[in-house]
């Protein structure tokens, strides 16, 4: 399982690209601890719609390339899915089609054959 909640706090912590940006887009956010304060970020974002979507844009962007990334490393140990809990994250939007077209039909199809063989073993 891929928490997409989880991924985007351990970035807040340690992704210095996903800092930047944020520091970029919205100024100085570090605490007396060099983090990125969360609510000094909330109180800009939830003040200001427009800030609130460039927010969700530049995590969409961020958790979604490192998601893909975590499904590729799971693809390379030879895990053939993964499920991904993604909160109110449009994941899909940044999968290519075609790419999407390719994996989804194989997803669905293990996923259906995964909960017709567990439907027996429950009573």
Do not use: W
Not at 36 to 61: C, M, T, Y
Not at 63 to 80: D, F, I, M, W, Y
Not at 98 to 111: G, S
């Amino acid at each position: 399982m891929i928490d997409c909640d989880a991924v985007y706090h351990q970035m807040l912590e340690s992704d210095t690209t996903l800092q930047g940006k944020l520091e970029k887009a919205f100024g100085p956010l570090r605490d007396k601890d060099g983090r990125i304060d969360r609510k000094r970020l909330g109180a800009i974002v939830f003040q200001d719609s427009e800030k609130l979507e460039q927010l969700n844009e530049i995590v969409r962007q961020s958790v979604c390339a490192k998601v893909a990334s975590l499904v590729t490393e799971l693809e390379n140990q030879g895990r053939e899915l993964a499920a991904i809990d993604a909160f109110a994250l449009s994941i899909f939007r940044y999968v290519p089609k075609a790419e999407l077209a390719q994996r989804l039909p194989a997803a669905l199809r293990d996923a259906q054959r995964t909960v017709a063989e567990l439907l027996p073993q429950v009573s």
